[in-house]
């Protein structure tokens, strides 16, 4: 399974992550975390912390930092998008 988790650092930048195969664990943080924002009033407490506690994955072994640039292709076939992050 691949999942790319959209992490937005609004209004500063954006970060895309692909997890290869991600636990029981990590797919629970990303469905909590998903369309969820820390900062902003529409977020509860438990989707914040998921969204912290995503964060801490992001550097796992089976995790890939794409570097993406504008109105480059993105050609990875995928099972789940994420988009989540943080209103600086």
Partial sequence: MK?????EQVPEEIDFYVFKDPSKEVLTLMKDSHGSYI?????????????LDLG??????NVTKLEL??????KQSLD???????YL
């Fill in 80 to 86: 789940m998008i994420v988009q989540t992050g943080i």
């Fill in 39 to 51: 900062n902003c009033s529409d977020s509860s407490e438990k989707d914040e912390k998921s969204i």
């Fill in 56 to 61: 801490e994955h992001f550097k796992d072994s």
């Fill in 69 to 74: 640039k504008k109105g480059q292709p993105f």
């Fill in 3 to 7: 999942v790319l988790v959209i992490y």
